[in-house]
């Protein structure tokens, strides 16, 4: 053995080319393989820098699908909230419209009712100036002529169906007689003409049977029998009445009725006297053959002159006309707008409908569904929930100085409430916001296939890099150890593409370096022996043989070779034709690495012999002529 040297192992005397030289040869078989991977690390495993980017790529998609996620429902809660948003507001515009509607015709009817029976009062006014002058007489002992002519004109100008319209004088206690005399003559004829305008299925003698011909009042004394009416004090006996009808419950026709009768009435007439002003108050009012249904009842005065403005005026009748209050709301709303709440309030608490339990009902609710209107209630029946949304104003306002009339009297004003219904919210809540939702995640669903169907891809051809990654990998864990293996990833990673992405080697030697802008790698090993070993005869033996038995000759002694140099952690360098370079002490130390060398270098002898006898049949005679030489540099 010659004397000791140093070796130095430089990356640039390992490469790749030094693999493949000439002589076509296998790099190493099936067990060298996994031999080798265990001597220097699991070639088969996936590179520490593809692990961390294959980790990187797994929290970025996590990460995007959180993103999709997180958008998707932000998007979607947001688009559904906008659209109901925007419901509650379509909602709210649209009650706060048909509240407007309702409280401006509304009103409009009330002055159109007032105009109408100011106007009414005034043309019997003047109506009975004249005919008082021509006939000689005076109040109270006028009844209207043509009444039912001018009554019905009075309900058509109203626009109502089937008013009742009243004819009340004023008669004082000295003409009480005179006016039993007067009404006993002119109400048959008052039947006479009503029955023929008005085409009623009773006869005037039949309503004139039916009245009693003198003002009356209902005795308690006497099982409340009729009888003439007692006092001293002004009666307000009704005279005319349109249109002409029994009212049911009424053993008689009530033409003569004294006010005491109906302090409702008498209360209006009185107050109406008093500040010679139209007034206003609940009523019930009879609807054909079905109970009756609140209504009010307007009350006009009628002065002596027709000159209602002047100050020596007197009030000496009244007209009057009798409404259902849902008249003021039919026609209000057009069809298809519905859903309404309506509730009529009186600021006087005993200015109101009489109940059958003899309560006092100062509060109506009313519900308005485009032009009809119908009773609900006789109290606040209005949803609570929409109290937020309530809308409020006068309805009528008779416009009295307190100072005019007497101490204690409450001046009624009425005031209309509106609200929406239920029925109207449910009619904008459509299923858009859910529609437009589902659009949303359809879209977001969408999205997230084209981008699963995009890794789909990416996945394929990160699997073909990665296939190549793990062939260039193996290659390497066999050509260098797992030291030098590892130094040439982590060299790669700093000088490679600054990103951590793994890029192939580079084939060409720059400056001794795999990896260009590297430096090179050169370690010292002070103790080592290197084994050479080249086949005795080959030249003359492979001049005769076909290339295919020369590569199956080396093929097996080398493979052969390769098991034992795992056996004794020897390291192949290369093979250059038909010798063998290998090293013992590189890239581990080993103490005694003379001792190795020679093992090897004998085992490997004697390996030689024994393949090249058995090769003997296949590729001739003198294949066992083959000897191994052997030169170990310490």
């Not at 004082?172 to 305008?197: I, L």
């Not at 309530?390 to 100072?403: A, G, K, M, P, R």
Request: net charge negative; glycine share 6%; hydrophobic share 40%.
């Amino acid at each position: 053995m010659s004397e000791d040297h140093s070796i130095s192992s430089k990356k640039s005397s390992f490469g790749f080319f030094s693999i493949f030289s000439s002589i076509p040869i296998r790099d190493a078989t099936d067990a060298e393989r996994k031999g080798s991977a265990h001597d220097q690390g699991e070639t088969n495993q996936i590179p520490e820098v593809a692990k961390r980017e294959e980790t990187n790529i797994r929290r970025a998609k996590i990460l995007v699908a959180l993103i999709i996620i997180i958008a998707a429902s932000a998007v979607g809660a947001s688009t559904y909230l906008l659209v109901k948003d925007q419901e509650e507001n379509d909602f709210e515009n649209q009650f706060e419209s048909y509240a407007s509607e309702i409280l401006i015709l509304s009103r409009q009817k009330a002055d159109q009712f007032f105009s109408a029976l100011d106007s009414f009062s005034i043309s019997i006014a003047s109506q009975a100036i004249s005919e008082n002058a021509l006939r000689n007489t005076s109040w109270p002992f006028y009844a209207i002529s043509d009444w039912s002519v001018k009554a019905r004109g009075l309900a058509e100008l109203t626009g109502v169906f089937d008013p009742d319209i009243l004819f009340l004088s004023i008669v004082e206690p000295e003409d009480r007689d005179k006016f039993n005399e007067f009404a006993t003559q002119a109400v048959p004829k008052w039947y006479q003409e009503s029955v023929k305008v008005e085409e009623t299925e009773m006869t005037a003698t039949e309503f004139w049977q039916a009245t009693i011909p003198y003002i009356y009042f209902y005795d308690p004394e006497n099982n409340y029998q009729p009888g003439p009416s007692p006092g001293t004090s002004d009666l307000i006996p009704l005279l005319q009445l349109y249109p002409l009808r029994l009212y049911p419950g009424y053993p008689i026709m009530p033409i003569l009725s004294d006010n005491a009768q109906s302090p409702g009435l008498g209360a209006l007439v009185n107050m109406s006297r008093f500040i010679c002003k139209p007034v206003l108050g609940f009523t019930m009012v009879n609807v054909g053959t079905d109970a009756a249904t609140p209504g009010n009842l307007i009350i006009q005065p009628i002065y002596d002159t027709a000159h209602s403005r002047a100050e020596d005026r007197k009030v000496v009748a009244f007209t009057g006309i009798r409404l259902q209050w849902m008249d003021y709301f039919k026609n209000v709303l057009t069809d298809g707008e519905f859903g309404v709440i309506v509730v009529l309030k009186s600021s006087c608490p005993n200015v109101g409908t009489v109940e059958d339990d003899g309560s006092t009902a100062t509060v109506l609710t009313y519900r308005i569904d485009g032009q009809n209107a119908e009773l609900v209630g006789t109290s606040d029946l209005h949803d609570p929930k929409y109290d937020g949304m309530e809308i409020t104003d006068v309805f009528v306002d008779l416009d009295i100085d307190e100072s005019e009339v007497p101490e204690g009297t409450c001046i009624p004003t009425l005031t209309l409430h509106v609200y929406p219904s239920e029925d109207l919210e449910q009619s904008f809540q459509t299923s858009q916001a859910i529609e437009y939702t589902l659009v949303v995640a359809a879209s977001f669903i969408f999205t997230s296939l084209v981008f699963i169907l995009y890794d789909y891809f990416v996945q394929r051809r990160q699997a073909k890099v990665m296939e190549r990654i793990m062939r260039q990998d193996e290659i390497v864990a066999n050509v260098f150890p797992t030291a030098i293996r590892n130094r040439l990833y982590q060299s790669q990673d700093k000088q490679g593409n600054g990103n951590g992405e793994q890029s192939d080697f580079n084939t060409d030697f720059e400056g001794g370096s795999l990896i260009p802008g590297s430096a090179p790698m050169a370690d010292l090993f002070p103790n080592v022996s290197v084994v050479f070993a080249d086949i005795v005869g080959f030249t003359a033996w492979s001049s005769a043989r076909e290339p295919h038995q020369v590569f199956v000759l080396l093929e097996t002694i080398y493979c052969a070779f390769d098991k034992i140099a795992y056996r004794h952690s020897v390291f192949k360098v290369e093979t250059v034709g038909d010798c063998y370079v290998s090293v013992v002490g590189l890239p581990e130390p080993v103490d005694k690495h003379a001792v190795v060398a020679c093992r090897f270098a004998r085992e490997c002898k004697m390996k030689m012999i024994e393949l090249t006898l058995k090769l003997e049949v296949s590729l001739g005679p003198d294949t066992g002529d083959l000897d191994l030489r052997t030169g170990i540099h310490r």
